[in-house]
């Protein structure tokens, strides 16, 4: 897949999760396979001013790209000034946010609320193209509700202002992320535009990412929740489309080896004190692939220190099973 001038090697892509696709995360979602990833959501306003905690969100390190930086704004000239230095970071593509859900976000008319002003994205659209060289996409959802369904006008318009390909997150801005996608959404915007259509929402298992790109035709799948605890999912996946064998499910070891590996670039990124802070949360998804969830999600919470997290996860992971399959992923993130 070619999105503008920049090549992706193949349509299995980690989708931006705020709080999740931190740099070292995203870095080993691209070890463990993905094609392309992107950053979390970032204010434009605070990009264009260059806010120091909105830079240290877009930091970008070479082994990852190609990689994504995204922003949020209404403001089509605020959002041109954001992008300058989204680019000016390294990042390979810059992705506007017109999907967000968040209630601060809606109040302010950014984000997800936009998806009912086509005219409105396609401004910011234009203007932004105008303001870098790197290509622009966006990621948008079905519509703002399940009965406005603008997707399709959105990225026709969107095409028309020199966007390079579109995300579609197959839910409403109202469903947030309740309840199941509607895929057909993205088969319907594949019809409407000839620049690469991804898509995203409800792949939890690699065999997903096949019926996805059968069933909606898309150029290319963007992962979210399901590859938490999981970067697995990518290599499985891979396999899979490429009509090869099926790959088994780590073992406990290999989980957490990767765990730990993971915990260490969070340290470097993040700091002793916020690091910390994240350990159960991180943790928890690696540990929901295996038995005595609860044993684990207790003894954490008792954690104070990284030398007490390397032993408990020595400890837990060498006395438990895989469960079956995907059995670990929550619904609700
Ligand atoms: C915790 C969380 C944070 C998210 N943050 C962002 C974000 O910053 N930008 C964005 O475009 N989408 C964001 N998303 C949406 C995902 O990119 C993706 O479209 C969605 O999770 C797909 O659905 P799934 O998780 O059911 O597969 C987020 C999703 C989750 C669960």
Redesign the pocket.
């Known amino acids: 897949m070619r999105i503008g001038s920049v090549s992706v090697a193949h349509p299995i892509t980690l989708?931006?999760?705020?709080?999740?696709t931190n740099p070292p995360f995203r870095l080993l979602m691209k070890q463990h396979g993905a094609s392309l990833v992107c950053g979390?959501?970032i204010d434009a306003c605070d990009v264009a001013k260059r806010d120091r905690r909105a830079m240290r969100l877009l930091s970008t390190a070479p082994g990852e790209r190609p990689a994504v930086g995204?922003i949020s704004g209404r403001d089509p000239h605020e959002m041109a000034e954001a992008a300058k230095v989204v680019e000016s970071q390294g990042f390979s593509i810059v992705d506007l946010?017109f999907?967000?859900p968040i209630r601060r976000l809606i109040g302010r008319g950014e984000g997800g609320a936009l998806m009912s002003d086509p005219a409105a994205i396609a401004r910011i659209v234009e203007a932004v193209v105008k303001a870098v060289s790197i290509p622009v996409t966006l990621?948008i959802r079905s519509g703002p509700d399940g009965e406005h369904e603008t997707a399709p006008e959105v990225a026709r318009l969107a095409e028309r202002s020199g966007a390079a390909a579109v995300d579609v997150?197959a839910r409403s801005v109202a469903q947030s992320?309740v309840g199941g996608?509607d895929w057909s959404v993205i088969a319907r915007v594949k019809q409407a535009v000839s620049v690469p259509v991804l898509g995203?929402?409800?792949?939890r298992e690699a065999a997903d990412v096949v019926r996805f790109l059968k069933e909606t035709g898309a150029d290319g799948v963007?992962?979210?929740?399901?590859c938490l605890g999981n970067p697995w999912i990518f290599q499985q996946a891979r396999s899979l489309v490429l009509g090869g064998a099926t790959i088994a499910p780590p073992s406990a070891a290999e989980r957490a080896r990767v765990l730990l590996h993971l915990v260490e670039g969070e340290f470097d990124y993040y700091g002793n004190h916020l690091a910390l802070k994240r350990l159960p949360r991180t943790s928890c998804y690696f540990a929901k692939f295996l038995s005595d969830f609860a044993g684990f999600r207790s003894s954490i919470q008792k954690v104070r220190n990284i030398q007490d997290f390397r032993r408990l996860v020595r400890e837990h992971f060498a006395s438990v099973v895989p469960l079956t399959a995907a059995s670990g992923v929550s619904e609700t993130?």
């Open positions: 989708a931006p999760m705020e709080e999740h979390e959501r995204q946010n999907e967000c990621k997150h992320y996608p995203s929402g409800g792949i963007a992962i979210g929740r399901g993130d």
